[in-house]
């Protein structure tokens, strides 16, 4: 309970400490920059997904578990996709551009948290208990990133550099709920933790590919992107022989 309490909260505060920066920022990132940091995260989760939650996965369930599972957590990001609005980032080379309104962005990145604090919960619950802090690194790694973006968005709305980093932290916040929901409930139903790890490696990669890659391949830094998702990769994977 521990664990998941510290994992939860460090991975969901990791859009806090990636929104930091905005309290001295003086003008936008290049989109250079901002596309080897999602790219890089990209490498991270993709490795956390493939040499931990899946292989977890299976060894607690078998195939037809794991396909369920990650089919749904497929499923489950793809309606998210439909009904919810994210923020969309137009390629400029002069710099990043909004065009949606602040609540909207807040309230939209939020919602997109909750899949990702659920991911953290049933990795705690598994048999393996490093795959759970392995999991909430990969996370705090995607959040970083992520809450930046968020507060630098609300400081190009006039918006104080104070209040867009606590609002940027707050979006993360809602990661400890949900991680604890998804901790309770595969802890307590242990047939559910193949799916519920399913889920999450589903859900992991449905942002990985349709989200990350797509995002940091859009300014003609393809090339860099692509070093720095490998780097991610090996970043990952020898946290995963560490522990």
Do not use: C, W
């Amino acid at each position: 309970m521990t664990d998941v309490m510290i994992g939860s909260i460090l991975s969901a505060l990791s859009t806090g400490i990636g929104a930091i920066p905005i309290l001295f920022l003086q003008k936008a990132i290049t989109h250079r920059m901002r596309d080897v940091l999602l790219a890089f995260t990209a490498g991270i989760m993709m490795a956390a997904s493939m040499f931990s939650l899946i292989p977890e996965a299976l060894l607690s369930g078998g195939m037809y578990q794991f396909a369920i599972g990650l089919i749904f957590g497929v499923f489950i990001l793809t309606i998210m996709e439909k009904v919810i609005p994210h923020i969309d980032l137009e390629h400029s080379r002069s710099g990043l551009q909004f065009d949606e309104k602040a609540m909207l962005i807040v309230a939209a990145i939020t919602l997109h948290n909750l899949p990702e604090g659920l991911s953290v919960g049933v990795s705690y619950a598994s048999d393996a208990a490093e795959t759970g802090n392995l999991i909430a690194i990969a996370i705090g790694f995607q959040n970083a990133p992520e809450g930046f973006l968020v507060a630098l968005f609300l400081f190009n709305q006039k918006i104080s550099r104070f209040k867009a980093f606590i609002i940027a932290t707050l979006t993360g916040a809602v990661e400890i709920i949900t991680a604890l929901l998804g901790y309770f409930l595969t802890s307590y139903v242990t047939t559910l933790v193949p799916y519920g790890l399913s889920f999450a490696a589903g859900a992991m990669l449905f942002i990985i590919y349709k989200e990350l890659i797509p995002e940091s391949h859009g300014d003609g830094n393809e090339l860099a992107s692509t070093y720095s998702f490998i780097a991610g990769l090996l970043f990952m994977i020898f946290l995963i022989q560490q522990f």
